[in-house]
């Protein structure tokens, strides 16, 4: 447990400081625009002297909320595993409670769930199956797999408050196009039709199903997510905005936590206390 509260405090200092170095970056901007409103009169002037090292700074915040909302979220399912009575193994063979995509796995697959962990899957698995296939999108141990997707060209962009993490495959050819088209075509198939743009060459119409793909990565039926997120990984995309980010995180952390409150009763936990007694 206290692992975990220390991730949380920890968390909520990477929000903060996001968004306080989000903050500054506007008011650099807001300094920018007034002097190009300027036209003509104004001075030619370098670059506001902070602004390299505000982008900097967020970027850094940004793989931040990546890695340790990882970490805490992997975290939270050692106190779930002495919660429920459950201690199914993946389609991998590992425990349900080694990572958040394993226990996504056993959640959506399974028969054979307690009624409490059925309870709880009411409640939360559309908000793990989105955590399990977002978080991954940036992953700390990129250095030792510079094979994957995701880790061929990493870079930060921002327009205005739209600031997002990015990679995307340098050499996307028909092959990949492809590949596209036949997911695009079996999903339909399957009544889940993704929006996506109408106009522009093949490619870019491809290239941005995938992000619209990723997008709404909790509409894919389980039989085909890993499908997509492996060619989501392959192509590459923009990754989630920070705030949806942080809001994902922050209300699954406070659903468990009343959720075990509420049902502490029904739980494993209260054996201890019974026992103890």
Not at 5 to 10: K, M
Not at 11 to 33: A, V, Y
Not at 212 to 222: A, E
């Amino acid at each position: 447990m206290s692992m975990v509260l220390s991730d949380i405090e920890l968390f909520r200092h990477i929000s903060q400081r996001f968004r306080r170095d989000r903050k500054i970056l506007g008011f650099i901007s807001h300094e920018d625009q007034f002097l190009h409103f300027l036209g003509p009169n104004r001075r030619s002037y370098p670059s506001h002297p902070f602004e390299r090292e505000n982008n900097e700074a967020i970027k850094i915040d940004v793989q931040s909320l990546f890695i340790f909302g990882s970490i805490m979220i992997n975290r939270s399912l050692l106190l779930l595993k002495m919660y429920f009575p459950d201690q199914e193994k993946d389609s991998n063979n590992k425990s349900m409670h080694s990572k958040i995509w394993s226990f996504y796995d056993v959640l959506s697959k399974s028969s054979k769930l307690s009624e409490l962990l059925q309870k709880f899957r009411d409640s939360f698995l559309t908000n793990i199956k989105w955590l399990s296939s977002s978080l991954r999108f940036y992953r700390n141990e990129f250095i030792e797999h510079l094979d994957k997707g995701y880790q061929q060209g990493m870079n930060f962009g921002f327009y205005q408050n739209d600031f997002a993490l990015s990679s995307y495959k340098w050499n996307y050819n028909d092959d990949d196009n492809d590949k596209v088209e036949k997911f695009r075509a079996g999903l339909e198939n399957l009544n889940v039709k993704i929006s996506g743009r109408s106009d522009g060459g093949r490619s870019l119409i491809n290239r941005y199903y995938i992000q619209r793909l990723f997008d709404n990565i909790t509409l894919v039926p389980d039989d085909k997510l890993k499908e997509a997120l492996d060619l989501i990984e392959e192509v590459g995309v923009h990754s989630p905005q920070p705030e949806k980010t942080i809001s994902e995180i922050e209300n699954y952390m406070e659903g468990i936590f009343n959720f075990m409150s509420e049902e502490l009763d029904n739980s494993e936990l209260i054996k201890y206390k019974n026992h103890s007694t």
